[in-house]
Structures are given as structure tokens and as C-alpha cells.
């Protein structure tokens, strides 16, 4: 088992990747009650071409279907999985991601029993007619309470202007329509491409004895089968390398009472999977704290002009195939705000928020952020499992946050802001809507 | 060790002791009787003092402060605990033994909490116009935009429709428009002085600091002695014979419905332990009652659960529906509390609904959030302050009888619809 200390965060890892791929991650914390683990693929819901297990030809499959399958894959012949972790005093869940699909526990007892737990239904699908649909009512409902939620129709809508091809822009629950074709076949087959061991990694953290721990999921995987890996091709359609695909502006209205804006940025060159593109997205990340964060002149000026509020929010968004970042808030004037952000990013290079001094500051506060996110179980083992950087992990950003200058913070702003790169989408509330 | 000492009378610190995180969770709360007339100003307060001070002019200044601590997280919240409103002025700091060089990062987050509590960005007994005005809009359009969030805006008119008897427990924990419009700059600093003089502080630290220092520290905020408040944490209203039912219609694509319940069992007072079986097995858990059979077998919703307020003796439903599905889901949540009222669950349904609660306390003492929360709980119920032996022993002691008998306590009040007509897709 290979074993590596963060001395600053003093932490330790222990990683072993098994005989049938799989990787595991394990992260051992003192003092803590309960145990968290997740079961991840590098499966999302932006794969929907790709060449099924066993077969040489690419498929097309309904959007929506790696969010269906999680839903699924908790029903077995004998019954609900929930049960099962819950007669063991375990929490369980899963999410899907444009990029990943995650099974997960949270448990303070029958740590083994629960780990058993989550291999096995992981690793043994079973659809059928009947209960795929049924799940079409639920996921039907799910997909109607996300499409009431103005903030997610923000983010798509601007996602939608970035990548007009990329399935990226699709909701991730895929739409009435789309999830009405899915079949239990189609599901199969997606499992048996996405979930081969070699595909996923177990991350389990908490009060666990590494070796024991190992040794259980060791134990779990020698009784079973696995079909011989097989290599994943995917493919994505092929979007403008220069930005002129994207859609540079759209609105609609929605009945709401506050409008929103949201400007867009693409990332229009590809980032590499390894230590040099954890670096890039770290970058990014110093690059907008300097500009847009609360300690800078640019946001206390767009604050005090009321053009933001405590509404306003940055992200970035970097996985597999597409990166993006985005800034947005609430506004009555939707407008005046994507013009002040533009104006802010076309002319950031001689912002006086981009000094040495700014830097120094949002790195201590970086490290200081980084630090407390060690007391989050679900949130290092959700982020190291959800990254995509090879060797390199959120364990190595102590290091990569020390070793960024401002000359890399310059570089990185001229290739990643880009006046071809940007785009705007507006919510305006429904024009003679007042709604009480 | 634990340690607990009234700073003056009123003023409590206790400090918890753990090498478990690796930063330093410092909390102050203010506790006052809930009154309609202070909720607003106590939520707009929080705002201000958060933006800015004498000492921190700016947003900026403040802000800047608080990367240099290595990026300490400051907050104020405020939030309702039945009878009572709790403004909770939250601060964490990395352990300055995980920070390079020699660093007092501890010592310098109080001496921050000090200065943006007591050296306020006032003049003349008024907070700053332009601090004053920048926030009172930016909180009346923030009141305003609770309507484009459907879960909450459903629960908040359940409440309002429940609580008919108090005024105070229908204005929303951060407040309502209406009486935002009254508050002035000069007003606010006066009631602003009021809560510092006669709220109840309760004062938490959790984390690996020595406990003589800490008090050193926090014995220098001017924090003098106040009168006990006596008030009766539970709230509690008759309960009605006829439910009283609203339906809104609105342009959405997703109907709620919401329903209140009245139950006679209070926050680790008798009968609490079943009762809080009882919640679980109903929609309180993941193999509850509801979720089985409004979601999983009627395929109706996506979310279907249930919610326990110990301190107002209140259960909610909350679900997301078709609306066309109304009356077949009001007819499963009948069916269920039934159910339920009537003892005809699985054992193994009443086991997992005992080994979940049970994962869930234990699981809270990985939260430094949670143990400060739970601090202050403990304070205001002193029966609540149990050791996790006991909580599992009387949790593992609850009889089918107890769950059936405190299931027959829950009484349907209220039912909120918000009924939609297809929006715009």
C-alpha cells in the first residue's frame, strides 16, 4: 500500500489500486465518530456517445441516463438498498455530476458490513420493465422541481450559450422526454462500459484502521467476477477552438420578482489531467478572488453602486472535456451588471486589484480555506474523488497555492479571459407579472 | 475538561475542549424573547455588522482582515428556538499550530469580534447612511425574492397559516417587509444598544485552546450583568378542531403541498424520545412511511418528508407534486399517519428508524457547527444536556406502545397548496 504524509495538513494517505483496477483511497481521522465512504465512475451525464462494452460501434443513448441509472441501481429483486444500510445504522445517497456518478455511505458502526454493502449493490445491477418505470414519475418530478428553481435555469441558460454542441448544456436528470425512451437494456449496457473496477475508485474516510479497512475491500472483491477491462471510447462533439460557436447573448423571462444575470467564460484550450492542470484551476481560482472577492476594490465598488449584492457569486467549473467559469447575482437591472463584469475582465490586466500584495492575501486566505475544509469528511472525499488531475490531489494544493506568482496570475488571465470566450444570459421576471 | 462560567450575570461562556478540528469555533449568542417588533431589526443588524465598521469602513477593510487571519470565516445568523430568537455571531479560525511561522490568529479573531461588536460603524447615534440605506434595500429586495423559492416560500406560508394565534411566530426568522420599512438608521442603533445590554450571551468556544486564555480574552468584551429572561422556551397555541386549508396559484411548473400538525411533546420532555420514533417512521427517515409510498410505490414525488420542531410542538409534510396528483396524495399522507397511528409498521421498519436516529446523533459530533449548536440548546434545556450513552439507552428503550401511543397525539391543523398553472418553459 503506498502511503504519502501532508506534513502542513498532517494527513495521511494510504492508496492500493486492486488486481481488477479498482483504485482505493483511504484517509484515516483521529477523533471522528463516523465513517464516509464513496464509490465513484468516471461516468457522467455528458457521456451519452460512446462504444458499449463488447461492441465496435458508437451509440447514441437519451440524455439523462447516467442520473437514471444511479436512481436504479438502488432497487434489487429482494428490495430497497436504503433498507439495508439503514438496518445497519448507515446514511446513504448518490449523486451525478456532468463527469461522475457517486455512491455513498456515512455510518458510525458496522463499518465492514456497510462496506460490503455498498461494493455489492454497486456491482450488481438489476433493471427491470416495471421499476424502470416507475422511476420515470420520480426523476419526472425532479426534473419539474429543478426546472422551478431560477438559479439552475441561470447556469444552464449560460452553459447552453458556451457550449451549443457539448452535451455539457444538458440538464444532467435529461428531460421528460429524454428519460421516457430510457430502457432497462440501455441501462445495462451503459453499466457494463462505465462500471468496470477499472473505471472507479473507493475513497473512505473517518475512524478506520487502514490496513483492516484495505483488507475488507480486498476480501469483498476475491469473491467476485469481473469481466476483463475493456478500454472506454468516448467522443464528444467538436466545438470552435476560437470561440465563434458560442452564443454570445440570450434572455428569457421567468415569473420571478428579482431578475438575474450571469456572464460566461469558456475555456477554450484544453487542460491537461495531471499536476500542471490542478495548478491552472488554482490559478483561476487566485485570479477571480483577486478580482471579484469581497476584499477587492472592483466588488466594493460594484457593491456600494448597487449593481451587486450578497446575491453575487463566482465559480469555476473544470472537469473532463470543458471548463468554464461563471459570475452572477440577482439584480433589477440585469444589463448594467454583465456590461460592469465585461468591462472588469476585458480590461483586467492593469486592474489595480492584480498586485503582489493582493496575491499574498487571498494565497493566506486559500491555505487558511484549505485547512478548514480537513475538518469536512464528505467534502475531501467527494473533491478527491471528483478531480481528475492524476497523481496530483486537493492534498498538493498546500504546495501548488506557495509556489504561484503573479507572473503566473497575468499568464493565466490573458489565455483564459478572452473577449471571444465570453457570454451572457439574463432572467428578467415576466413582463407585467406582480405577483403577490 | 469542559468549562463553564458566567462572565457576569447572564453571560455565560463555556468552552469545549477537542483536538478533533483543526480550527477554533468561536460563537456569540444573543438571545431575546421572540417579538414580531425586533425580528426585522435583529435580521437588517446582522447585515450591518457584517459590512462594516469604525475600524473596517469598508466592505473591503473587513474583508481584507479576514484573509490575513488566513481566510477566518465570520458570519452573523439569526434563527428561532420556539419562543425565543437567537442573533448567533459565528467565528472560525485555523488552530494557529497548522500555520507557518508564529502566528495569533486566535487572539486576533477575538479582538476583531470585539471591534465590529462594539465599535459599530455609528456617528452621532445613527449607523452610517450610506452602510444604513445600502443594506435596508438590498434586504427589502432579498424579502422580496423569497417568492422565486418555491420550498421555501410554501413552508413560510404554511406557517403563516398555522401559527394563528402569534404574530411573532409568522414573521419569517429574518424578517418581513413591512417592518422593514419603519426601521430608521437612529432607530436601529437604539435597539442595537437594548440587545447588547439585556440580551442573554451565551458564549461558546470549541477547539484545542487553553481555557484560562480564552477567558482571559472574552472576559475583556464589555459585556455587563442583565436580568434573567424568563421566558417559557415552548411555544405552544390550542389546537383547532377544523383544519383550515389555502390553496395560491401561481406560474410554476411543480405544485407543494404542505401540511402542519400539532403535537403536545416538547424538546427531551416526556414522551419526546417516542416522539421523535414516531416523526421518523412517519417521513423523518429514509425508509419512512412517506417516502415508501408517495414516492417510491405511487411514483408521485420526487421528495416526500416529514419534520420535527421540538420547540413548537409542530410536525410539517412537505412535498413537490403534480397538482392534477392533489387529492391522491393528501389520501396516501392520511393513509400513512394512519398507518402509523394504528402500530401497523414492520419491526424492521421501527429497527432501521432507531439505528438511523441513532447514526445521526453520533454522526453530529463530527460537526463543530453541530457541538456548539447543541451547546446552546443544552442552555436553554437543561434536560436536553444527556450523554450519548444515555440518548442511545432511552432511544434503544422506546416500545412499539410508546410509538403508537405518541403517534396518536399528532393532529392535522393545517394544510397549504401551492397549485400551479404550466409556466413558461
Do not use: C, W
Given at each position: 500500500m503506498e502511503t504519502t504524509h501532508y506534513a502542513t495538513l498532517d494527513e495521511t494517505l494510504y492508496q492500493q489500486t486492486l488486481a481488477n483496477g479498482l483504485q482505493v483511497t483511504m484517509l484515516p481521522k483521529a477523533g471522528y465518530h463516523k465513517t464516509y465512504a464513496v464509490m465513484t465512475t468516471?461516468?457522467?451525464?455528458?457521456?451519452?456517445?460512446f462504444v458499449p462494452a463488447g461492441g465496435s460501434d458508437y451509440t447514441t443513448v437519451p440524455a439523462g441516463i447516467a442520473h437514471f441509472l444511479e436512481h436504479k441501481m438502488f432497487e434489487k429483486k429482494a428490495g430497497d438498498i436504503f433498507e439495508v444500510f439503514s438496518r445497519n445504522g448507515a446514511s446513504a445517497n448518490a449523486f451525478t455530476s456532468f463527469t461522475r456518478t457517486s455512491y455513498l455511505f456515512s455510518a458510525t458502526d458496522n463499518i465492514k458490513t456497510n462496506l460490503d454493502t455498498l461494493l455489492d449493490f454497486v456491482q450488481d445491477p438489476y433493471f427491470t420493465e416495471a421499476s424502470v418505470n416507475k422511476e420515470k414519475g420520480i426523476i419526472g418530478q425532479e426534473i419539474e422541481m429543478y426546472e422551478d428553481d431560477p438559479n439552475w435555469r441561470l447556469f444552464f441558460g449560460i452553459i447552453e450559450n458556451l457550449y451549443p454542441?457539448?452535451?455539457?448544456?444538458?440538464?444532467?436528470?435529461?428531460t421528460i422526454d429524454s428519460i421516457a425512451k430510457i430502457t432497462p437494456e440501455q441501462l445495462y449496457q451503459a453499466y457494463h462500459t462505465f462500471y468496470q473496477p477499472s473505471n472507479m475508485n473507493l475513497f473512505v474516510v473517518g475512524n478506520i484502521d487502514p490496513v483492516e479497512t484495505l483488507a475488507w475491500i480486498e476480501a469483498n472483491q476475491a469473491d467476485k467476477e469481473f469481466a476483463p477491462a475493456t478500454p472506454i471510447q468516448r467522443q464528444f462533439p467538436e466545438e470552435a477552438s476560437d470561440g465563434?460557436?458560442?452564443?454570445?447573448y440570450r434572455m428569457t423571462q421567468l415569473p420571478v420578482k428579482r431578475g438575474k444575470s450571469i456572464v460566461g467564460i469558456k475555456g477554450l484550450a484544453p487542460v491537461s489531467r495531471d499536476r500542471a492542470g490542478l495548478k491552472y484551476r488554482t490559478e483561476l481560482n487566485l485570479l477571480f478572488d483577486m478580482l471579484f472577492?469581497?476584499?477587492?476594490q472592483n466588488y466594493l465598488q460594484l457593491y456600494d453602486q448597487g449593481?451587486?449584492?450578497?446575491?453575487f457569486g463566482y465559480e469555476l467549473d473544470l472537469a473532463r472535456t470543458y471548463h468554464f467559469a461563471t459570475l452572477s447575482g440577482d439584480t433589477e437591472k440585469p444589463q448594467q451588471f454583465s456590461d460592469a463584469i465585461i468591462s472588469l475582465l476585458e480590461k483586467a490586466?492593469?486592474?489595480?486589484?492584480?498586485?503582489a500584495n493582493r496575491l499574498a492575501l487571498v494565497k493566506k486566505e486559500a491555505l487558511g480555506r484549505m485547512l478548514q475544509s480537513m475538518n469536512a469528511l464528505e467534502y475531501i472525499a467527494n473533491t478527491y474523488s471528483g478531480d481528475d488531475f492524476g497523481d496530483a490531489s486537493l492534498f498538493d494544493l498546500v504546495n501548488i497555492i506557495d509556489e504561484i506568482t503573479l507572473t503566473d496570475i497575468q499568464s493565466v488571465l490573458k489565455q483564459f479571459v478572452r473577449s471571444a470566450a465570453l457570454s451572457v444570459f439574463h432572467i428578467e421576471p415576466l413582463a407585467g407579472d406582480d405577483a403577490k | 475538561m469542559v468549562t463553564k462560567k458566567?462572565?457576569?450575570?447572564g453571560v455565560t461562556l463555556t468552552v469545549l475542549p477537542t483536538t478533533q478540528f483543526k480550527t477554533t469555533r468561536i460563537v456569540l449568542n444573543f438571545i431575546a424573547p421572540l417579538a414580531a417588533a425586533t425580528i426585522t431589526q435583529r435580521s437588517l443588524l446582522a447585515s450591518l455588522l457584517e459590512t462594516n465598521s469604525?475600524?473596517?469602513?469598508t466592505q473591503a477593510d473587513l474583508a481584507a482582515k479576514l484573509s490575513a487571519l488566513y481566510g477566518a470565516n465570520f458570519g452573523i445568523s439569526v434563527s428561532k428556538r420556539g419562543n425565543v430568537h437567537v442573533f448567533s455571531v459565528v467565528m472560525t479560525v485555523v488552530n494557529?499550530?497548522?500555520?507557518?511561522?508564529?502566528?495569533t490568529v486566535l487572539t486576533e479573531g477575538l479582538a476583531f469580534l470585539k471591534q465590529v461588536l462594539w465599535r459599530p460603524n455609528v456617528t452621532a447615534s445613527r449607523f452610517d447612511a450610506a452602510t444604513f440605506n445600502r443594506e435596508k434595500t438590498n434586504m427589502q429586495a432579498y424579502l422580496a425574492s423569497v417568492y422565486d423559492n418555491k420550498q421555501a416560500y410554501a413552508s413560510l406560508q404554511l406557517q403563516e397559516l398555522y401559527f394563528k394565534n402569534s404574530t411573532a411566530q409568522r414573521v419569517p426568522s429574518f424578517g418581513n417587509e413591512a417592518d422593514l420599512q419603519a426601521i430608521t438608521a437612529s432607530s436601529l442603533y437604539t435597539y442595537y444598544q437594548q440587545m447588547l445590554a439585556q440580551d442573554q450571551v451565551a458564549i461558546t468556544v470549541l477547539g484545542d485552546v487553553d481555557a484560562e486564555q480564552v477567558t482571559a480574552l472574552l472576559t475583556d468584551l464589555p459585556l455587563t450583568a442583565r436580568t434573567a429572561d424568563t421566558t417559557d422556551l415552548f411555544y405552544q397555541q390550542p389546537a383547532i378542531s377544523s383544519v383550515v386549508e389555502k390553496t395560491d396559484i401561481q406560474p410554476t411548473n411543480q405544485a407543494k403541498l404542505n401540511l402542519a400538525y400539532q403535537v403536545p411533546t416538547y424538546y427531551y420532555q416526556p414522551n419526546y424520545y417516542a416522539l421523535l420514533m414516531a416523526n421518523g417512521i412517519f417521513?423523518?427517515?429514509?425508509?419512512s412511511l412517506l417516502f415508501t409510498n408517495v414516492?417510491?410505490?405511487?411514483?408521485?414525488?420526487?421528495y416526500a418528508s416529514s419534520s420535527y420542531d421540538a420547540f413548537r410542538g409542530l410536525i410539517t409534510v412537505q412535498t413537490g407534486i403534480d397538482a392534477a396528483n392533489v387529492a391522491q396524495v393528501k389520501q396516501i399522507i392520511a393513509t400513512q399517519l394512519a398507518t402509523l397511528q394504528a402500530g401497523e409498521f414492520s419491526n424492521e421498519l421501527l429497527a432501521q428508524t432507531k439505528a438511523t436516529l441513532k447514526n445521526q446523533y453520533i454522526t453530529g459530533l463530527d460537526s463543530a457547527g453541530y457541538l456548539t449548536s447543541q451547546e446552546l440548546v443544552q442552555q436553554l434545556v437543561?434536560?436536553?444536556?444527556?450523554a450519548t450513552e444515555e440518548f442511545i439507552a432511552q432511544l434503544t428503550a422506546v416500545t412499539k406502545e410508546q410509538i403508537v401511543a405518541a403517534a396518536q397525539t399528532i393532529k392535522l391543523q393545517a394544510v397549504y397548496f401551492l397549485s400551479s398553472q404550466e409556466a413558461g418553459k
Open positions: 468516471n461516468y457522467g451525464s455528458i457521456d451519452n456517445y454542441k457539448h452535451p455539457v448544456h444538458e440538464d444532467i436528470a435529461g465563434s460557436d458560442i452564443i454570445p472577492g469581497d476584499s477587492s449593481i451587486v449584492d450578497d446575491s490586466s492593469d486592474n489595480p486589484d492584480l498586485n | 458566567e462572565l457576569a450575570n469604525q475600524d473596517y469602513p494557529d499550530k497548522f500555520l507557518p511561522g508564529a502566528t417521513g423523518g427517515s429514509p425508509m414516492r417510491e410505490r405511487a411514483s408521485l414525488a420526487y437543561p434536560a436536553s444536556a444527556v
